[in-house]
């Protein structure tokens, strides 16, 4: 169709690059941000892909972000370490701090990263498959800008509040589920905005209380938690897991310093990493992972059950064969971020 172009992994990748660097994002920051967006678009998760540069951009023009920003790293306990991203974004604060973490997991059994002064735009997956990927489960928990009531309330006080969980396997894929408080992520409702198409009931209330099925209404209104009052506690946890604990603001805090409308502000992360080994006494790492597949087995041989994380990766395998597909519109508008930096 000539609406929609295949692109390679690689060239997305340039790409977003090209644009981020086009809009002021120094050579490290917008190598990590293309990094991250590449791979959400590949893993099918369009509303974290190539569809967030431009946002991005408008980040970078309209809010406090330094897309110049060189996180550092403090340690804070032996288990414990802190990086200040400086106002700058969180991918290269992970690529930072995620080393750091493993390394001190690994040594101590379990360790926690605290990621201060960031703006968090993408998914959590990211940070807990690079946990996996080195052997260990990964926690990660962030906030946003208000957009929930709390249970029995009818005004925007937590954020959409993800949370991310990873489990390594010895043999195939970890076992990951990346999921917001809310009944549905900030981002899906932006894209049903993008695309003219009606929200599934139960998402959002407009500005009235009502519930609605309109984007535009509900990125006016609120978006409801997951489960009612349940998502609505878990939103609550993150609020104090990334905001209160570790010293970065609420979700209504950074709301608040979200002055030009964009929806999006500074804020914190708080991420845990344990070595499953040294979880254990009696019992071997091998027995261990054992026990987990008896699980993981049960839940395959039940009817049409999949794993969580399965659907990213048969999407991954797809895109590093096929490529993606990318909206002709939204290519062009990120290559325009380019040429205009360039002054073409």
């Keep these: 169709m000539d609406d929609i172009l295949r692109l390679e992994l690689s060239e997305l990748r340039s790409l977003a690059l090209e644009a981020l660097l086009g809009v002021g994002c120094s050579r490290d920051q917008a190598d990590a941000i293309a990094e991250a967006v590449t791979r959400a678009e590949g893993d099918g998760a369009h509303s ?18 330094v897309p110049d920003a060189r996180p550092v790293l403090r340690e804070l306990a032996p288990g414990v370490i802190q990086i200040d991203g400086g106002m700058g974004f969180a991918p290269l604060a992970h690529r930072v701090g995620l080393p750091e973490l493993v390394r001190r997991a690994r040594s101590q059994g379990i360790a926690a990263l605290a990621l201060r002064n960031v703006f968090h735009i993408g998914a959590l997956w990211h940070e807990v498959e690079a946990l996996t990927s080195e052997g260990l489960v990964g926690l990660a928990f962030t ?21 991310a969980f990873g489990w390594p396997r010895a043999k195939g894929p970890p ?19 993008r695309a003219g198409k009606p929200l599934p009931e139960g998402w959002a209330v407009g500005p009235d209380g009502a519930p609605t099925t309109d984007p535009a209404e509900a990125l006016a209104g609120a978006q409801l938690p997951f489960g009612g009052y349940k998502g609505a506690s878990i939103a609550l946890m ?15 805090e950074s709301a608040e310093r979200d002055r030009a409308g964009i929806e999006v502000g500074p804020g914190g992360e708080f991420v845990i990493a344990l070595d499953p080994g040294r979880c254990l006494a009696e019992r071997s790492p091998a027995d261990q992972a054992a026990h987990a597949e008896r699980l993981f087995q049960r839940i395959l ?13 048969e999407a991954r395998a797809r895109s590093q ?22 002054g073409a």
């Design 48 to 65: 974290h892909g190539l569809f967030r540069v431009p946002f991005y951009a408008r980040v970078i023009r309209e809010s406090e972000a």
């Design 238 to 252: 993150v609020e104090l897991l990334a905001g209160a604990l570790i010293g970065d603001l609420f979700s209504f």
């Design 143 to 163: 906030t946003s800008i208000s957009h929930i009531p709390p249970a029995g309330g009818a005004r925007p006080l937590y954020g959409t509040n993800p949370m």
């Design 175 to 193: 076992v990951i589920f990346d999921q917001a408080s809310s009944a549905s992520a900030r981002g899906e409702i932006l894209l049903h905005q």
């Design 301 to 313: 041989d039940d009817g049409e059950a999949r794993l969580p994380g399965q659907r990213r990766y």
């Design 321 to 342: 064969k096929e490529g993606v597909e990318v909206p002709r519109a939204l290519a062009e508008e990120v290559r325009a971020l380019a040429r205009g930096a360039r």
